[in-house]
């Protein structure tokens, strides 16, 4: 009788321009896995970059069908190989949270009600000590709306169950420590 063996779910979260795309397809490669980008970029590239709050509930829509797309892909490969491999995911309902109530002061009960439902085994926090890199849809280059949103994202990762580890210093640095705790989470 087979088992299908569990997919271990890693998210990386922070603020903008703190390494999270690059962090997550470091990882994705290294482990031979698959990262599931954050949905948001690709619906403000489509959409233009002004949104409201119901673009909000359409975005999280969006990121949960992506997550759910990227789990089947993995465990599929999982239950081939019979080798554990993380899914790394770029952005969470907690992102979501935290965007909503910085952006316009509130949050959908939509996107509070899948934070109860979300279940992951690993975040990791990308600090906001590397350079702003400008792009089309970053909104917080100023160093306050940064700190202030990593101290909000440290504050719900302490007050949640799910380990988590802060990733900071340089990017060879970031992989490394991204790498020892996830290896530690698949050795579980």
Not at 42 to 47: D, Q, R, S
Not at 76 to 97: A, F, N, R
Not at 134 to 155: A, G, H, S, T, V
Not at 164 to 182: D, L, P, T
Request: net charge negative; aromatic share 10%; glycine share 4%.
């Amino acid at each position: 009788m087979s088992t299908t063996m569990p997919l271990k779910k890693i998210v990386v979260i922070g603020p903008e321009s703190t390494g999270k795309s690059t962090l997550c397809a470091y990882l994705a490669d290294y482990y031979k896995t698959l990262w599931c980008p954050e949905f948001a970029r690709t619906y403000l590239l489509e959409n233009g970059t002004t949104y409201t709050i119901e673009d909000l509930i359409t975005i999280a829509k969006g990121q949960l069908a992506a997550v759910q797309t990227h789990t089947k892909a993995v465990q599929s490969q999982i239950d081939q190989t019979g080798i554990v491999k993380p899914l790394i995911i770029d952005t969470d309902m907690y992102v979501m949270k935290v965007w909503a109530e910085y952006v316009f002061g509130t949050c959908p009960t939509f996107i509070l009600d899948e934070i109860n439902k979300q279940h992951f085994d690993l975040y990791l926090l990308c600090k906001p000590d590397i350079p702003w890199v400008q792009d089309e849809l970053r909104e917080y280059p100023d160093e306050k709306p940064r700190q202030e949103l990593f101290q909000i994202y440290k504050d719900i990762l302490i007050n949640q169950q799910t380990p988590w580890v802060e990733i900071s210093g340089g990017f060879e640095k970031r992989n490394q420590k991204a790498v020892a705790a996830i290896d530690a989470v698949l050795a579980r």
